[in-house]
């Protein structure tokens, strides 16, 4: 296996904050890794600063075999790493059909951007009936579709989500990590922050527990299930 | 004088450079939430680029001929300040307190006004722009100037131009996405500083145009000319509803045949005859923005946001 994603010693701060303290880990290509944990363990501020949208104040980011110090966020797209951001951000007063054409915005493949775009309604058909709709009348969870929908549009060789479970009913929950193994089974390697440990843990091969900045437990997702401590804090057992 | 169809003529031609003018308030303040107080002396220097142009084309070549090249010398000055203003004096305080560059707008404005004052040639009266010759053409009840025909086919042309590249082209669309969300935007692989200048650069071509305009409307230029324009144009964005680009056209056009009608018909109102005549224009141009912002804050068409750019 080739390794996608390599993250050594990260330290992101804001201001004199430290939100992530020197966290190291990798993706291999093919796998889901997930970093779980409570609010404020700087899970969002690790992503935000793989796609380029923060300054690391310390470390080293490889993606595919290219350091990514310095790299401006619009060209780390474009290297084949998307981002779906916590709370969707999709672009509420355009269409869905142009929240997935703004995916592709670095593609000039105009057939192949249809083809992928017929993808995205096959893969959530709501979105295919709505395509003409502002996406900022969408539900919650269908927001979160498009999200998904358009950070695959770059065909990413990393794709990167981001609580994207977050305010969802269960049900919709459920339909949102389905697509998610789907992904996984059709090959996609993914990178998973989420405040759902359960949901996270059981799809995920490796997972990587936040805590205030740390990494403090890592593991296969499967251990990391079973693991006591983390079913204490995480999965709400006593 | 004082018909209806001529007053609304006035109107119209007064309103579309407003309306030109305003696109480029709307747009920036669309994108990075800043009111470039400077847009008015853009103008300004896009009405001197185009008069430069034109001293320099030889005797007796055809106004007709030579506006073109007086638009393009006039979009080359307009553009060159607006993106130097927003490389050099408005990106270092992206991030900053919102006052920060709103005062450097201000100074930027008379930097700008002083320079062409101190440096070209004979600039400290109004300089004589040139003239169509020729009488007025008598359409449906009103006459209009031969130079004015400029603004009535300039105003839709730009404004198509714009609709067409805000929604169909690509980079249009990475506009609506920077404006709508930018760090969103930047995942999508929008370069949003470029787009930042696109928003600047085509304020200040439409500006200049619209300079174009106001030199064979007035027959002249001056180094002041972008104080009153540029608040004027600044009513008419917020009027329309700032940030929408359409808002920023029918905005200027509402404000320029309000300002006609009550230059016309004031005196007429029993009780104020006092208030007639275009001494007091301005006076009802403010005063219409006032009662937008006390009636309707968001704007004429600020409701509909799916159209912002």
């Given at each position: ?10 330290k ?23 970093l ?21 104040l310390?470390g ?6 290219q ?9 780390i ?8 951001p ?54 919650g ?10 950070a ?8 990167m ?6 305010g ?11 697509t998610i ?52 804090a ?5 | 004088?004082?018909?209806?169809p001529q ?16 696109i ?74 919102r ?8 100074g ?31 359409i ?18 730009c404004?198509?131009a ?36 696109m ?14 305009g ?7 230029v ?8 540029g ?10 509803g700032?940030g929408?680009?359409?808002g920023?056209?029918?905005?200027g ?14 005196a007429d ?11 007091w ?22 409701e ?6």
């Amino acid at each position: 296996m080739t390794t996608l994603l390599e993250v050594e010693d990260l330290k992101v701060a804001y201001g004199k904050i430290e939100a992530v303290k020197g966290i190291s880990f990798s993706v291999e290509a093919g796998q889901v890794v997930t970093l779980i944990g409570t609010n404020g363990a700087g899970k969002t501020t690790t992503l935000r600063t793989l796609s380029g949208l923060l300054k690391p104040l310390a470390g080293k980011i490889t993606f595919d075999g290219q350091p990514l110090h310095g790299v401006p966020a619009h060209k780390i797209v474009a290297l084949g790493l998307a981002h779906s951001p916590e709370g969707r951000h999709i672009f509420p007063r355009l269409t869905i059909t142009e929240n997935l054409q703004l995916g592709a915005y670095l593609r000039d493949d105009k057939a192949g951007i249809e083809k992928d775009i017929q993808r995205a309604y096959e893969l959530f058909p709501i979105l295919g009936e709505r395509r003409k709709q502002a996406a900022g009348t969408l539900s919650g969870g269908e927001q979160q579709m498009l999200a998904m929908g358009r950070a695959l549009m770059s065909r990413p060789k990393l794709l990167m989500l981001d609580e994207p479970s977050m305010g969802l009913s269960p049900i919709m929950m459920q339909k949102i990590m389905q697509t998610i193994s789907e992904l996984k089974a059709q090959g996609t390697t993914i990178l998973l922050v989420e405040q759902n440990a359960q949901a996270a843990l059981s799809l995920a091969d490796h997972g990587h527990v936040m805590e205030v900045g740390n990494i403090v437990l890592s593991g296969t997702g499967q251990n990391l299930l079973h693991d006591e401590s983390v079913r204490k804090a995480y999965l709400g057992e006593d | 004088m004082n018909e209806l169809p001529q007053q609304l003529a006035n109107g119209l031609i007064l309103g579309a450079m407003y309306g030109l003018i305003a696109i480029g308030y709307t747009m920036v303040y669309g994108i990075v939430q800043l009111i470039n107080f400077a847009h008015g002396e853009i103008f300004m220097v896009g009405g001197f680029g185009a008069l430069t142009v034109s001293l320099w084309l030889p005797e007796g070549f055809s106004l007709l001929a030579a506006i073109p090249l007086m638009i393009i010398g006039g979009v080359i000055v307009s553009v060159a300040v607006g993106t130097a203003a927003e490389r050099f004096a408005y990106r270092p305080l992206r991030g900053a307190p919102r006052l920060a560059p709103l005062i450097t707008a201000i100074g930027l404005s008379i930097l700008l006004q002083q320079a062409v004052w101190k440096w070209y040639p004979e600039a400290k009266k109004d300089r004589t722009f040139p003239q169509f010759s020729g009488d007025p053409v008598h359409i449906l009840g009103a006459d209009i100037q031969r130079g004015d025909f400029f603004l009535i086919l300039a105003a839709p042309l730009c404004m198509l131009a714009l609709a067409y590249y805000v929604n169909k082209t690509r980079t249009g669309r990475g506009m609506q996405a920077t404006a709508q969300d930018p760090d969103t935007a930047k995942l999508m692989g929008i370069n949003t500083d470029r787009i930042i200048v696109m928003a600047f650069a085509i304020g200040a071509a439409f500006a200049a145009v619209a300079a174009v305009g106001y030199g064979l409307h007035n027959g002249q230029v001056g180094f002041k000319m972008g104080f009153i324009m540029g608040l004027k144009a600044f009513t008419a964005a917020v009027l329309g509803g700032i940030g929408n680009i359409y808002g920023a056209m029918l905005g200027g056009i509402v404000l320029g045949v309000a300002e006609a009608l009550a230059t016309g018909y004031m005196a007429d109102v029993p009780g104020m005859e006092q208030f007639g005549g275009g001494a007091w224009k301005d006076v009802w141009a403010f005063a219409l923005l006032i009662l937008v912002l006390l009636l309707r804050p968001q704007g004429l068409l600020g409701e509909r946001v799916a159209d912002r750019a």
